[in-house]
């Protein structure tokens, strides 16, 4: 069964830092192209960051240089380091799955992990 | 960056009845790259359409996509209780990805 469980989440003042942590369960996530969407409180959804199985990742311009998507494919876990936070970073974070591993629409998502902003 | 425009921003409709939601591209979405997604209060999303037409796994025949280019539809042919949710469009063949900004579908 494929499973996607976030964490890392918390408050922290603006200007702060945060690792977020996805463990995967049921599939290999360096064979996966596997992304970070985000949710604002009563917001939608908005597509934060990639990382492809070849490695390639990209980022929304609204994060590029911030923050920065990698996987640990020892422990099937992606991670998103997050620098420079802003109280518009904000949000519920998700990773999910891509359906096929050049990308496809996101099949599995995990439950979130809220990250607030703060002073 | 494509702009996926959805509409309307909330349905209000019964039990049984037909509900009908539109996603608007900006520009030619290649390969009807456009997902549908459902989410619930203080859940997932859940994947429901890709391909702009076709089922994702688990998903009842009464959710039906259909278009090409720039203009498509996501249909629930007859409301059931559990189908009352936020849906969202979301392209994937160009990046970055995008989402429409959600459609409400509320019990009337």
């Known amino acids: 069964e494929v499973q996607l469980v976030e964490s890392g989440g918390g408050l922290v003042q603006p200007g702060g830092s945060l690792r977020l942590s996805c463990a995967a369960s049921g599939f290999t996530v360096s064979s996966n192209y596997m992304s970070w969407v985000r949710q604002a409180p009563g917001k939608g959804l908005e597509w934060v960051s990639v990382i492809y199985n070849d490695g390639r990742t990209y980022y929304a311009d609204f994060v590029k240089g911030r923050f920065t998507i990698s996987r640990d494919n020892s422990k099937n876990t992606l991670y998103f380091q997050m620098n420079g936070l802003r109280a518009e970073d904000t949000a519920l974070y998700y990773c999910a799955r891509g359906r096929s591993s050049s990308g496809g629409p996101f099949d599995y998502w995990g439950q979130g992990t809220l990250v607030t902003v703060s002073s | 960056e494509i702009v996926l425009t959805q509409s309307p921003g909330t349905l209000s409709l019964s039990p049984g009845e037909r509900a009908t939601l539109s996603c608007r591209a900006s520009q030619n979405i290649s390969r009807s790259y456009l997902a549908w997604y459902q989410q619930k209060p203080g859940q997932a999303p859940r994947l429901l359409i890709y391909?702009?037409?076709s089922r994702a796994t688990g998903i009842p025949d009464r959710f039906s996509g259909s278009g090409s280019g720039t203009d498509f539809t996501l249909t629930i042919s007859r409301l059931e209780s559990e189908d009352f949710a936020v849906y969202y469009c979301?392209?994937?063949?160009?990046?970055?990805?995008?989402f429409g900004q959600g459609t409400k579908v509320e019990i009337k």
């Open positions: 391909g702009a037409s």
């Open positions: 979301q392209q994937y063949g160009n990046s970055p990805r995008t």
